[in-house]
């Protein structure tokens, strides 16, 4: 028997966790796929901005959170500044993530829950971003000590990586990680 799709038969607690955490409403997606034709990383990946979207909308939480794409958006937010409905996609690739993470699904790109966690990292002790303890940092956390070594060589020779942090705004910085310290461990 065919089942007819709608909003109640297509309701899964995997679209109220998303909804949730990107505080988006995804049943907006009226399916014209503008987000998918401008996404500069869907060359690289398994799905399209767009399949995501409908995955959410479907419940097909082993499709979305297992998928390359929620690894690999960039949040450069092309996605959403196309989309007819003004649905923030990016914000949705992010939650999607972020549960992911938090259910313990393996990122398909180590990499890059490595990266946000260094730079977050970096950004509380510094105040801002500091290059070459980033690199460092995420270097040591991969054990990925020789790619791209000859970049970092010419950076450095032609004075684009600076040796010192400057710290910029510390103590307001350290006390929105404070504060977010404290929301997380109250939800």
Partial sequence: ???VLTPETLKSDFIDKIAQESDQNVYLCYQ???????????YETDYTPFQIIQGVIYGQRELVLNSKMIWLCTTCET??????QEIDIARVM?????IAQREGIKAK???VPAFFQTSLQNISWFGRLYEVGLI???KLRTKDFTKDMGLGIRMFL???LKLTPKPTALREVRRIFKKIKEIEETS
Avoid: E, F, S
Wanted: charged fraction near 25%; hydrophobic fraction near 30%; glycine fraction near 2%.
């Fill in 109 to 111: 790109y180590p990499v």
């Fill in 32 to 42: 014209c796929r503008k987000c998918a034709a401008g996404c500069p990383v869907t």
């Fill in 94 to 98: 992010d939650a999607a993530r972020i």
């Fill in 136 to 138: 460092m940092m995420l």
């Fill in 1 to 3: 028997m065919d089942k």
């Fill in 79 to 84: 996605c959403t500044t196309r989309c007819p």
């Fill in 158 to 160: 032609n004075r684009k």
